[in-house]
């Protein structure tokens, strides 16, 4: 089976600290995705990666970077944390062009800030 | 852009019984597939069933079936003989086929289904 680990289930962080949330999957896949939910709201897109080293912006990316030095590893990077980013992180990943349509999440990282 | 709405923030049904949420989205293309998610409160995205827009036969995964509309842009999902442990919030999806996902998926902003024994 296929595995998409994100490093923290729960995690309270200070605000203006630099905070990072790791993601990794084990079956080389090409796609990674991070996604923000809140209540009400649904999932929003914050930044996808289609290979190493590339980055395309998702709906949301202000305040937030990622990076991707390694294909299995999808870094989210929140430079100085503010309270309006408390909110549950779901990382995903997928691999074209066989299964395109398959998305495989993590079990998220619900951020807390303080 | 696509946007996917969900009507329904919540519904509560009795345990046995057929529930039907509702799910609507806009696009301008042509090709894409529709998902329904599921999410207890363990948090795990678990898909329940997809459908590609190309195929006119609603898709069926077991008690869950959908009644997808192309022309309308409607895709609601029927679970029948609703269980205790459909208790989740679900989520409708939409991908566009061309680009090889690499866009991801369009969320709708949920329902939260209770299934009351």
């Known amino acids: 089976d296929v595995k998409v680990t994100q490093s923290s289930r729960y995690l309270v962080k200070r605000t203006g600290e630099k905070v990072f949330l790791e993601c990794v999957q084990d079956?080389?896949?090409?796609?990674m995705f991070w996604y923000r939910q809140d209540p009400g709201l649904g999932l929003r897109l914050i930044y996808f990666?289609?290979?190493?080293?590339?980055?395309e912006k998702g709906d949301i990316p202000e305040g937030y970077s990622v990076s991707r030095e390694k294909k299995e590893r999808f870094s989210l990077i929140l430079e100085s944390a503010s309270t309006n980013q408390t909110s549950m992180y779901l990382c995903a990943s997928s691999t074209p062009p066989r299964n395109i349509e398959k998305l495989f999440f993590g079990s998220g990282t619900q951020l807390s800030v303080l | 852009a696509q946007t996917v709405t969900q009507s329904q923030p919540e519904m509560s049904v009795q345990e046995a019984e057929t529930v039907t949420l509702s799910c609507t989205y806009d696009?301008?293309?042509?090709?894409?597939?529709l998902f329904w998610y599921k999410q207890p409160p363990s948090r795990q995205m678990i898909l329940v069933i997809r459908q590609e827009a190309y195929k006119q036969q609603n898709a069926t995964e077991n008690r869950f079936s959908v009644n997808f509309q192309k022309a309308a842009k409607s895709f609601s999902l029927k679970i029948s003989d609703s269980q205790l442990g459909d208790t989740a919030m679900y989520f409708c999806?939409?991908?566009?086929?061309?680009?090889?996902?690499?866009?991801?998926?369009?969320f709708g902003k949920g329902t939260h289904l209770i299934i009351q024994p």
């Open positions: 990666s289609y290979d190493v080293k590339m980055k």
């Open positions: 999806a939409f991908m566009l086929y061309s680009g090889g996902g690499a866009d991801g998926l369009t």
């Open positions: 079956m080389d896949h090409e796609n």
């Open positions: 696009t301008s293309e042509n090709n894409y597939y």
